[in-house]
């Protein structure tokens, strides 16, 4: 296991643990402790999911289908940071802002290959006419 995973759990257990105690006070804050601790926490792994995306990015620089993996990774990246946030408003109990958040990342999935469906659309074409 890595450092990251024991402070990421590390801080799990304190932040539940603080909130049970606000919740038997009667404290309203309990979300705001939630959300705070949830960016923490993915915040913990933002090195190594940095160097992972500049790894794959270096690689795909090399290849020749460079602009289609560029593009897959983002579809990759905006499904999951997408998906983690809404989760967490989900979590909160707000499922308006989830289904909003869901829409938004199928707005930028559709953004992004929107340009890669309409050079294959045209590549189809040419390769039609002859």
């Not at 995973?5 to 909130?19: D, E, H, N, R």
């Not at 926490?41 to 090399?62: K, N, R, V």
């Not at 593009?71 to 909160?92: Q, R, T």
Request: proline share 2%.
């Amino acid at each position: 296991m890595s450092d990251r995973f024991v402070s990421c759990i590390g801080m799990a257990l304190l932040c539940i643990t603080m909130a049970l105690i606000l919740k038997n006070l009667g404290a309203k804050s309990v979300p705001v402790l939630i959300s705070v601790a949830s960016v923490g926490m993915i915040s913990l792994f933002s090195e190594g999911i940095s160097d992972l995306f500049s790894t794959i990015t270096g690689l795909a620089e090399y290849s020749d289908i460079s602009d289609y993996l560029k593009g897959a990774l983002k579809i990759i990246g905006v499904g999951y940071v997408g998906g983690i946030c809404s989760d967490i408003c989900l979590e909160l109990g707000e499922a308006g802002l989830s289904r909003a958040v869901s829409l938004a990342g199928r707005l930028e999935i559709f953004a992004i290959t929107a340009p890669f469906i309409v050079s294959i659309i045209e590549y189809a074409i040419q390769c039609a006419e002859g």
